[in-house]
């Protein structure tokens, strides 16, 4: 039953116009509302809440986020001008991410004990006076 069907169904597609068009009817682009009707039909159908056209445009956007994809490629998929106009409407779904980028620093840098005191800056405001004072006395 099902190899008829899908036979069938080879046939249909071996007739259909080959064109450049995502979606067309025999070739013909479809009317910019088709695809906002067929998606609210069957959504009744399915008896689901309708999603708009938009909702998909940004559920994209949100699922390339959440997989890390770079945000330059976003801009590109979405159609953005500029990485301002992405960033500002999708840059609070990026996750803050400081404490990742804190543990890749942890190990780019390394740090050594030091064996003796190189510190010889004032530890006080008296101690800078006294210096200072003592430094004029030389001079004069």
């Known amino acids: ?10 046939e249909v597609q071996q007739n259909l116009i080959q064109t450049d068009f995502v979606m067309s009817y025999n070739g013909i ?18 008896g689901i ?14 699922l390339l986020i959440s997989m890390g994809e770079n945000p330059l490629i976003i801009k590109d998929r979405l159609g953005h001008e500029d990485i301002e106009t992405t960033l500002g409407t999708y840059g609070h779904l990026y996750p803050n991410s400081n404490f990742e980028v804190a543990n890749k620093l942890n190990g780019a840098i390394s740090f050594k004990e030091a ?14 006076d006294y ?3 003592k430094e004029m006395k030389k001079v004069q």
Not at 50 to 60: C, D, F, K, P, V
Not at 118 to 123: F, I, Q
């Open 115 to 128: 064996k003796q005191n190189y510190d010889t800056s004032p530890k006080n405001q008296f101690t800078v």
């Open 29 to 46: 682009p479809t009317q910019k509302h088709t695809l906002s009707y067929a998606i609210e039909r069957y959504a009744k159908l399915a």
């Open 49 to 62: 809440h309708r999603i708009r056209i938009h909702g998909l445009r940004h559920s994209h956007a949100s």
């Open 131 to 133: 210096l200072r004072n």
């Open 1 to 10: 039953m099902h190899i008829t069907y899908l036979s069938e169904w080879k």
